[in-house]
């Protein structure tokens, strides 16, 4: 149980172009969703906490009009890369947790992450 | 604002060999504790975690941690460690278990287990 997925695993891009990154729940329901960025040999960085049917928030410093964030079912989350640049290069996580008083509902699982490297 | 710290950023142990990695806290009021372990181009998988009960909590893989309120601290073990161990632990903090709470990682112990 508790699986979270993520497609796709890798992506190369052209600087420029957009990449869209979707997260799922396989076997629970996630009312939230949490995106991270993990750069080389170091700890993840929290991007966002993705809510479904509303909006995103964002931590400081993360542009949210470049990372754009939508949590359209309590299943799936999309992260889109708009407009990337080389500097976008990295890893990208995403967790989710159960819904309240379920049997997942303490803990963020995680996806198996998504290698970004734009050209 | 919570913080989480691993002291150590590589831990080498032989095989067969007991294992610890640390890890210590800091959290107004009520931690709630996690491990996870990272394995190279991989997401995270959750190891264990310390909601409330008992100190010495049980995981997968053999894995077990203990909460130590007094000296904040909640210390990965294993009593016998496998090649297959060598990965990357996180240990990560979060003062309460809403749908929307945010864990905090500490900054990561790459373990290698030599035969």
């Known amino acids: 149980g508790a699986v979270v997925s993520q497609h796709p695993s890798w992506v190369i891009c052209k600087s420029g172009t957009s990449v869209k990154i979707e997260c799922r729940s396989l076997?629970?329901?996630?009312?939230?969703m949490f995106w991270y960025r993990q750069f080389p040999k170091q700890s993840l960085m929290l991007m966002a906490t993705?809510?479904?049917?509303?909006?995103?928030?964002?931590e400081q410093g993360v542009e949210k009009d470049k990372f754009l964030i939508n949590h359209a079912s309590l299943t799936l989350s999309t992260l889109t890369v708009t407009s990337a640049h080389p500097e976008d290069s990295s890893f990208y996580i995403c967790?989710?947790?159960?819904?309240?008083?379920?049997?997942?509902?303490?803990?963020?699982?995680f996806g198996p992450g998504t290698r970004l490297t734009v050209l | 604002a919570q913080s989480v710290a691993q002291p150590e950023d590589q831990v080498n142990v032989a095989e067969g060999n007991p294992l610890t990695v640390k890890c210590t806290y800091s959290?107004?009021?009520?931690?709630?504790l996690f491990w996870y372990v990272q394995y190279p181009n991989r997401g995270l998988q959750f190891l264990l975690k310390?909601?409330?009960?008992?100190?010495l909590v049980k995981g997968s893989y053999g894995f077990e941690a203990e909460f130590n309120k007094s000296q904040t601290s909640f210390h990965l073990k294993k009593p016998s460690a496998l090649v297959s161990d060598s990965a990357l632990y996180f240990c990560a903090v979060s003062p309460y278990t809403g749908t929307a709470s945010k864990l905090t990682f500490g900054t990561g112990t790459r373990l290698q287990v030599t035969l």
């Open positions: 967790s989710a947790r159960d819904l309240p008083g379920l049997v997942y509902a303490d803990t963020q699982y």
């Open positions: 310390y909601i409330t009960g008992d100190n």
């Open positions: 076997d629970f329901q996630a009312t939230t």
């Open positions: 993705s809510n479904e049917g509303s909006k995103a928030t964002y």
């Open positions: 959290v107004s009021g009520n931690p709630y």
